[in-house]
């Protein structure tokens, strides 16, 4: 079975400009989470979305956005980047709304703003 | 915000060796998870802990939710190289309730052969 996939594996953009991430959830999974890893730091939480809703939300300015999507795949969004954006963005998903319930990340897409 | 913080930072060991780390918190968490992260890769849950004073092992791995319910601790014994990677603590915020996970800064594992 195919886990969390997540799109594209590398990204390097500029400041100012906008990043799409995309990804897919494992099959039956309705959860899917948000993290952004810095170099040297633990993942810090985004968003949460559950049945296509927002179930939960971090302390990220409003240019970070997401969406989930009839099939539970996700996007995250990300405005007007800033060179503080560059890190690791990881994926979770689990068939459950709580988050102390196992999830099962992907490999991440590495943001590197220049 | 709330914050979890884990000690040592690093660990270097030779392999045979057993490993000891733990996770503390100011605040009360109801629910305590670990997780390992290898190079390239998604964080990976080891053990979940929901009930203070429990004990749980997976393999050569025990953890245990700490009686204060604000810290954890992680053991694994007859270390080997595999075992390389970072290690996180992880638990709901209290003030967020279980919509927001909050992790550790991490402790880095090296295993000398």
């Known amino acids: 079975d195919a886990g969390v996939t997540q799109s594209p594996t590398h990204l390097i953009k500029t400041r100012g400009q906008h990043v799409t991430l995309r990804c897919s959830p494992i099959?039956?999974?309705?959860?899917v989470s948000w993290y952004q890893q810095v170099l040297g730091q633990g993942p810090q939480f985004i968003f949460q979305y559950y049945e296509k809703e927002e179930r939960g939300r971090g302390n990220f300015p409003d240019r970070f956005s997401a969406r989930q999507f009839p099939n539970y795949s996700s996007e995250l969004n990300v405005n007007a980047l800033l060179l503080g954006d560059s890190a690791l963005y990881l994926c979770?998903?689990?068939?459950?709304?709580?988050?102390?319930?196992?999830?099962?990340f992907g490999p991440g897409t590495r943001l590197t703003v220049l | 915000g709330q914050q979890l913080n884990q000690s040592p930072q690093s660990m270097f060991i030779q392999e045979g060796e057993d490993v000891s780390m733990n996770c503390t918190s100011s605040?009360?968490?109801?629910?305590w998870l670990w997780y390992k992260q290898d190079p390239g890769e998604g964080p990976v849950l080891l053990i979940a802990?929901?009930?203070?004073?429990e004990l749980t092992s997976n393999g050569r791995l025990t953890a245990q939710f700490g009686i204060t319910r604000k810290d954890s601790f992680l053991n694994i014994s007859a270390s080997i190289p595999s075992d390389v990677g970072i290690y996180f603590c992880a638990g709901p915020s209290p003030q967020g309730g279980s919509e927001k996970l909050v992790f550790g800064k991490g402790t880095k594992l090296t295993v000398n052969p």
């Open positions: 802990l929901y009930k203070a004073g």
């Open positions: 979770a998903s689990s068939p459950f709304l709580d988050l102390y319930n196992e999830q099962f």
């Open positions: 099959s039956g999974h309705k959860s």
């Open positions: 605040s009360i968490f109801n629910t």
